[in-house]
């Protein structure tokens, strides 16, 4: 009986350690966290108190380019953050009819233009002549550095028959 009593005390303790070296590990994490993320609240903070157009300010538009410009950080073309807005947009097309140009493309942010993957064979894009490797840096009169991928892609959508004008750089020439 003392035998089974001291292995239930040791137990005991042994769980009593990792639940509370766990919880204080999470808290150090918890901390680090929050060390990293204090010039983000500082900024937010600033712009919500002090910035001289925070009447006029969309606080929401802010923190969805605060996670965009994150997601940027990690020099990953295929990452890309999508606001709540541009979800429900996209969730209204995908239930409608589009056409576009027919490539695959993702993000060059050091051009801060949409990259063509691949034109699909037939498309329009193909018959015009896209290469892989071509990069869209202007879509109707409007600079691709002045969207987000996502309103690229969208602006590249349309009806099937419409016309959307865009301007290449292709490398070499």
Do not use: C
């Not at 576009?100 to 990259?115: F, P, R, S, T």
């Not at 691949?118 to 202007?138: F, L």
């Amino acid at each position: 009986m003392r035998k089974r009593l001291v292995g239930l005390v040791k137990l005991i303790a042994v769980i009593s350690i990792a639940i509370i070296g766990g919880s204080i590990l999470s808290g150090a994490a918890k901390n680090d966290l929050e060390k990293l993320m204090a010039p983000v609240y500082q900024t937010m903070d600033y712009i919500k108190n002090y910035y001289y157009g925070k009447d006029k300010l969309d606080m929401n538009r802010v923190v969805d380019y605060t996670i965009d410009g994150m997601l940027r950080g990690l020099d990953d073309k295929f990452s890309h953050y999508i606001s709540p807005k541009m979800m429900e947009e996209e969730r209204i097309e995908m239930g409608g009819v589009y056409g576009g140009l027919g490539i695959e493309v993702a993000w060059d942010k050091d051009m801060m233009a949409v990259e063509v993957v691949a034109p699909m064979y037939g498309t329009p894009a193909w018959r015009a002549g896209i290469k892989s490797g071509d990069k869209i840096v202007e879509i109707d009169g409007q600079p691709t550095s002045e969207m987000t991928f996502l309103e690229a892609v969208n602006k590249l959508r349309g009806e099937p028959g419409s016309k959307v004008k865009i301007k290449i750089i292709r490398k070499g020439s």
